[in-house]
């Protein structure tokens, strides 16, 4: 009897212990008195993507320890980004210059265009449209990093894990590699991702990979010492003022793989592969929209001029899809004979803007754009 009365008390005694710690407040509580734990519901698939396979869901909800996709699940991390973003926006309030940003039709000051990110609403729509044919889905390669590196036919399940995390990377890389006169627009950022990839980091195609469909030749130039791309990558990350946008990324850049090929988890993988792909690309245009607007200014046009700053971001995204050499070329063909025939410089770009319009590529991110049911009329977000 006192035996019995014994190991009565040490089960109450052991069950009243974990009872007061915070297992109690775990899926171990019902085990340890003999109830089955509840599994959690997965979450839905967004779009029509496969159900079945989980894979980039995985790898969200168990990331590896150390990884981008790790710290990102951080409450600090989180609470970092949020003071910056906050303070980033308070400083630049202060600024009064206006921006004259023609892709929206109104004056936006230097408050306003420093500090916005990528919505994500505009983010969501996309994927979940993915099946409009922004990307013929049939013609690419998709891959998720498992061990064996298999390809799938199907796309992943794509859950609001996926969307939280894509958002969060892509407007870390923004708010790092943008600075006054040399902002990021949102809305051009999203045309672009929507025509590269409708923002599924797991699709290769066209020599593209990933999120930003990074190329080996733009890699080199934003990973490789010595090119232009790399020296303003550097000198945009070492401001101080921007250490909790990009901290983050700086152990990506440091560590870039030594392998030529992309097509590896390297570079598209949840865990480092896409925040490496996005800094990369987001790193790219800021550096052609710069070089651009050099260039543009090398030819008379002042940067008051009302559409100097839509003119740079077309230049920039033909930069992106066919290098800066063409992006020069188009400029110096349009100007060369308007030059001539008047001492008015801004006929470049009256005459100019109407044949970008005709430019098959910029011509596809506007019709995919268009091709985005709900989504918001601007993709511009601020904290």
Known sequence: ???RFRSISIAIVFLMTIGSTEIAHSQLWPFAIGARPAAPAPLACLGTSNPNERTVENQLVNPARGSFAWAWRQPATLANYTRACQAERLAAQRAVAPINNGNLGVARTVAAFHQAGLSRACIRAAIVSRANDNIPLNRVNRKVCTPTMRELDTTPCMTENYVNYT???INSAVRCMSSPGNEINPDILFGMINNESAFMGFVQYSGGVGLMQLTSVAAREVFNDGQAGRAHLDEMMSRPQKRAFCDP??????????????????????????????????ALLS??????KEHIESKGISRSHRNFQLIAEQLALVAYNAGPNAARLVLDKLGA????RSSDPALLIRNGATRWARNTYLTDIRSHAADVPNRPASCWETP
């Open 167 to 169: 958002h969060f990377t």
């Open 249 to 282: 990324f700086r152990h990506l850049i440091s560590e870039v793989p030594e392998r030529a090929d992309l097509n590896n988890c390297a570079w598209f993988g949840m865990n480092n592969g896409v925040p490496r792909n996005v800094i990369a690309g987001v």
């Open 337 to 340: 004979g308007a030059t001539a």
């Open 287 to 292: 550096f052609y929209l710069k070089t651009m």
């Open 1 to 3: 009897m006192a035996s």
